[in-house]
T-cell receptor, first 113, second 113 residues
Framework: AQSVTQLDSQVPVFEEAPVELRCNYSSSVSVYLFWYVQYPNQGLQLLLKYLSGSTLVKGINGFEAEFNKSQTSFHLRKPSVHISDTAEYFCAVSEGGAQKLVFGQGTRLTINP | ETGVTQTPRHLVMGMTNKKSLKCEQHLGHNAMYWYKQSAKKPLELMFVYNFKEQTENNSVPSRFSPECPNSSHLFLHLHTLQPEDSALYLC????????????FGPGTRLTVL
């Protein structure tokens, strides 16, 4: 069965510093990979997704992620964060063409001034 | 209204009550989803509907009863819930392929006393 592990439950970062949020998954078949963001008191919003092709995926708000099949990872990065990036970030995977998304536990990103 | 809306935003109910959560999508999508977001567990898929037909039930207890009268509306009927059912219930919609982005509503915060 597929699973998603987000290695850090909380990541504190100073404003304008770079950040990496880690995500590893387990699956025996081809997968689609997603990163969602949840701002306080809101639903989830898609940041980016990997379906096929180039392993480097660019998303909204300056975020990007790299799919690494050999390491079964899909880490999210941003070169310079802003206070407005404070939110919870979720990695998700769908396996074998299924609509079912399996989510990680989430990483709470806190930006300090 | 645009996007995915959910009502009510907050609900407090006793264990013997019957209540319903409502979700409406204004995106012309064919698939709708219920997710449960608890404090201590990853976001969990509960149900998937495609073209009004249920295509996924993720071993959800029968005290949760979904209803999808058309592709734009989704309900979750609740009865004899337990305190551990307290959570944020999120509705989402998408087109009907695994590659399609799921768009989430803001959620209903449910407290069971």
């Amino acid at each position: 069965a597929q699973s998603v592990t987000q290695l850090d439950s909380q990541v504190p970062v100073f404003e304008e510093a770079p950040v990496e949020l880690r995500c590893n998954y387990s699956s025996s078949v081809s997968v689609y990979l997603f990163w969602y963001v949840q701002y306080p008191n809101q639903g989830l919003q898609l940041l980016l997704k990997y379906l096929s092709g180039s392993t480097l995926v660019k998303g909204i708000n300056g975020f990007e992620a790299e799919f690494n099949k050999s390491q079964t990872s899909f880490h999210l990065r941003k070169p310079s964060v802003h206070i407005s990036d404070t939110a919870e970030y979720f990695c998700a995977v769908s396996e074998g063409g299924a609509q079912k998304l399996v989510f990680g536990q989430g990483t709470r990103l806190t930006i300090n001034p | 209204e645009t996007g995915v809306t959910q009502t009510p935003r907050h609900l407090v109910m006793g264990m013997t009550n019957k209540k319903s959560l409502k979700c409406e999508q204004h995106l012309g999508h064919n698939a709708m989803y219920w997710y449960k977001q608890s404090a201590k567990k990853p976001l969990e898929l509960m149900f998937v509907y495609n073209f009004k037909e249920q295509t996924e039930n993720n071993s959800v207890p029968s005290r949760f009863s979904p209803e999808c009268p058309n592709s734009s509306h989704l309900f979750l009927h609740l009865h004899t819930l337990q305190p551990e059912d307290s959570a944020l219930y999120l509705c989402a919609s998408s087109q009907d392929r695994a590659t399609d982005t799921q768009y989430f509503g803001p959620g209903t915060r449910l407290t069971v006393l």
